[in-house]
């Protein structure tokens, strides 16, 4: 199993709808990092959040981490075409400078 | 633009080739790293430089060369490459440290005949 599990692996949302993304490891995280990724493109940075209970919030992109520093979510609000893609969570699980990745989760938005 | 650039984006090599990929940032960070992103498995981080030394080489095989001249510019020397190594290679830098947001760039799309 993958140290940094996302969920779920893809979803399709209509236009307006909202969605949430998980991302969840069994080890306490010390910092997790939000991303998006057009097919075949590099990593777009969202947020950061590094400490238990923090929310973060851009445009209509919400991010939290749970209090244990084990579970983050991410949240988009009426979604638009304009948020499909991939978003992937990384977390720094050793205090260091070293990102593990989860799976990834496709977003595709209907209009 | 995310400040890292990339070239080539996309690369075809045969199996005796030697080919190199090249990442500039100017961002003014002092930590670049190399990923690579294979399909069906999750973004896997390759190397490390923090000023200009490599803090990291996460058990990736000799034929991959990394190179870090100076702290904008980060090199990996490809030689006798396989098949399974075509994937997107993915440069990254940020301020070394803790807490530090990492910042991607395009990637080379790899294909290895």
């Known amino acids: 199993s993958q140290e940094l599990e996302q969920s779920p692996q893809s979803l399709i949302v209509q236009e307006g709808k909202n969605l949430t993304i998980n991302c969840t490891s069994s080890?306490?995280?010390?910092?997790l990092y939000w991303y998006k990724q057009k097919y075949g493109e590099g990593l777009i940075f969202l947020m950061m959040?590094?400490?238990?209970?923090e929310e973060k919030s851009h445009e209509k992109i919400t991010a939290k981490l749970d209090e244990k520093k084990q579970q983050s979510s991410l949240h988009i609000t009426a979604s638009q075409p304009s948020h499909a893609g991939i978003y992937l969570c990384?977390?720094?699980?050793?205090?260091?400078?070293?990102?593990?990745f989860g799976g990834g989760t496709r977003v595709l938005v209907k209009p | 633009e995310t400040g890292v650039t990339q070239t080539p984006r996309h690369l075809v090599m045969g199996m005796t080739n030697k080919k190199s990929l090249k990442c500039e940032q100017h961002?003014?960070?002092?930590?670049m790293y190399w990923y690579k992103q294979s399909a069906k498995k999750p973004l896997e981080l390759m190397f490390v430089?923090?000023?200009?030394?490599?803090?990291e080489n996460n058990s990736v095989p000799s034929r991959f060369s990394p190179e870090c001249p100076n702290s904008s510019h980060l090199f990996l020397h490809l030689h006798t490459l396989q098949p399974e190594d075509s994937a997107l290679y993915l440069c990254?830098?940020?301020?070394?440290?803790?807490?530090?947001?990492?910042?991607f760039g395009p990637g080379t799309r790899l294909l290895v005949l």
């Open positions: 990254a830098s940020s301020q070394a440290g803790l807490g530090e947001a990492q910042y």
């Open positions: 080890k306490t995280l010390y910092g």
């Open positions: 959040l590094q400490k238990g209970g």
């Open positions: 990384g977390a720094d699980m050793a205090a260091g400078n070293k990102l593990t």
């Open positions: 961002l003014g960070h002092n930590a």
């Open positions: 430089y923090n000023f200009k030394e490599q803090t």
